[in-house]
């Protein structure tokens, strides 16, 4: 029988983390045929409803499942892990400014980055949930300086999904008629959707859209502002979506992408497509081995290369903060 692959959640009693654990336990993250234990990290006043959630899981009586444990320190927390899902931050609260955003999640990510390097396992695989996603991994990335840097990830897939259905709804195709498509950039409102190398049923699908207008005005806002439009409809914010994305991301990760297709993750820049290296910048990555790859040779067009930097740049402007802070 397998050994047990020790998942650490942070931010478990959160919606998220509601939407995520009962899809980890049953196999969804890993695969039907691999047993997982959860070690759930929460802050002290978290622990209580972890401990909640937990009952629920022992409730669900999973064959996978092999141990729940709940924690408040990030050292016992990651003790032993070998995946990593980075899901509690301080969320922004009214007046709050940037550089008091990027302090207290520095607080957070910093610490558990330290922790991770100190504690996981040699597998560690990382992946940054919590906003803002891809700066928070780069701090964590920059505490591990143990861990191979390609370890830690940030989440775009949410939004790699969010623009796939999208697409798909335009041109009244499934959802796997669409592959190669690719967010650039940031998990903000400057992430750039690029369709001009996406295929949708073995046909271009820029070519398919030929309109600029809808690209522009419609399918670009409409991905990137997704997030508030949830926000607006639901009176709270996507859960189930992104616990959904972060299960795809790592199952992917893992397992691996399927030959001629790519998927969408944030990762350390190499310097590829001329974003700064060292950055958390999201790519078109394939997955091989459990190593993500950014692609290469993508012919970057006018209209892409404009939205792309303007996206890096932010990332740049939160290194630079970030660094001024002294958090990396
Ligand atoms: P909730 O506020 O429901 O839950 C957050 C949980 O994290 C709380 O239980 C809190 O006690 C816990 N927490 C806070 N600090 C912690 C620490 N230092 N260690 C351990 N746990 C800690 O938020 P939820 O809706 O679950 O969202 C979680 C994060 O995901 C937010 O930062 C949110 O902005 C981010 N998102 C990221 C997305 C992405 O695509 N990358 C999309 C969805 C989501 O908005």
Not at 19 to 33: E, K, P, T, V, Y
Not at 45 to 57: H, I, N, S
Not at 257 to 280: I, Q
Request: hydrophobic share 45%; aromatic share 6%.
């Amino acid at each position: 029988t397998r050994t047990p692959v020790n998942v650490t959640v942070t931010g478990a009693a959160g919606q998220i983390g509601y939407a995520l654990l009962f899809r980890i336990a049953s196999g969804h993250l890993l695969g039907a045929d691999v047993p997982v234990k959860l070690r759930l990290l929460e802050i002290p006043q978290g622990v209580k409803a972890a401990e909640g959630t937990a009952m629920e899981l022992d409730d669900c009586a999973f064959p996978l499942l092999k141990g729940i444990d709940i924690f408040d320190d990030p050292n016992a927390g990651f003790a032993g892990a070998n995946i990593g899902l980075l899901v509690g931050a301080r969320p922004r609260t009214a007046g709050m400014e940037r550089g008091d955003l990027l302090s207290a999640n520095g607080g957070i990510f910093g610490p558990q980055g330290k922790a991770i390097n100190d504690n996981a396992a040699d597998d560690i695989r990382v992946l940054v949930v919590g906003n803002p996603a891809n700066t928070n991994a780069l701090i964590a990335q920059n505490h591990a300086p143990d861990v191979p840097a390609d370890r830690f990830t940030a989440m775009t897939r949410l939004d790699h999904n969010r623009a796939v259905a999208q697409l798909a709804k335009k041109l009244g195709v499934g959802v796997d008629d669409v592959k190669r498509l690719t967010i650039w950039g940031n998990h903000s409102a400057t992430q750039y959707p690029d369709i001009f190398h996406a295929e949708v049923a073995g046909k271009n699908a820029a070519e398919a859209i030929a309109d600029e207008k809808w690209l522009s005005d419609d399918f670009i806002p409409t991905v990137a502002k997704r997030g508030a439009a949830i926000i607006d409809a639901r009176g709270a914010s996507s859960a189930a979506s992104a616990a959904n994305a972060a299960i795809d991301h790592v199952y992917t990760w893992v397992n691996g992408t399927a030959e001629g297709d790519w998927t969408s993750a944030g990762v350390v820049s190499d310097g590829s497509y001329g974003v700064p290296a060292g950055l958390m910048s999201s790519f078109p990555v394939t997955a091989k081995n459990g190593t993500f790859e950014i692609v290469q040779g993508l012919d970057i067009n006018e209209y892409s290369r404009a939205r792309i930097d303007a996206s890096v740049q932010e990332l740049v402007e939160e290194r630079d903060a970030v660094k001024g802070l002294g958090l990396i």
